[in-house]
């Protein structure tokens, strides 16, 4: 089974910027690939996602401040944060399935889970 490995989080002030990748182990051909984030005390939720097409698609309190796209052979994955906010706060794991998914999933959906990468927001 492919292996998804996550890196590049970290603390930063609110409306700074961060940036995740995501390495697959092999190349995610006709996959759909994205990242889910948990908040402490929350249910882990939908952030982007990005079709085997190159359609992308945000949660409504991300977009317009986070671009998900993938590198060369579809096997990195990046989710570049703006304008970050308190809210952002929280674990971010890259996630992936076999086709398409719809724009609104729950975490079930994927199989495939990197282990997580934590995003901390301060004032």
């Known amino acids: 089974q492919i292996k998804l490995a996550e890196s590049g989080g970290g603390a930063t002030q609110a409306g700074g910027s961060l940036n995740l990748s995501c390495t697959a182990s092999?190349?995610?051909?006709?996959?759909?690939m994205g990242w889910f984030r948990q908040a402490p005390g929350k249910e882990r939720e939908a952030v982007a996602l990005?079709?085997?097409?190159?359609?992308?698609h945000y949660s409504d309190s991300v977009r317009g401040r986070f671009t998900i796209s993938q590198a060369g052979a579809k096997n990195d994955l990046i989710l570049q944060m703006m304008s970050l906010k308190l809210e952002d706060t929280g674990m971010y794991y890259c996630?992936?399935?076999?086709?398409?998914?719809?724009?609104?999933?729950?975490?079930?959906?994927?199989?495939?889970w990197g282990q997580g990468t934590p995003v901390s927001v301060s004032p």
């Open positions: 092999e190349d995610v051909y006709i996959y759909c």
């Open positions: 996630v992936g399935k076999s086709g398409y998914c719809s724009t609104e999933v729950v975490p079930s959906e994927f199989p495939l």
């Open positions: 990005i079709q085997p097409s190159g359609r992308v």
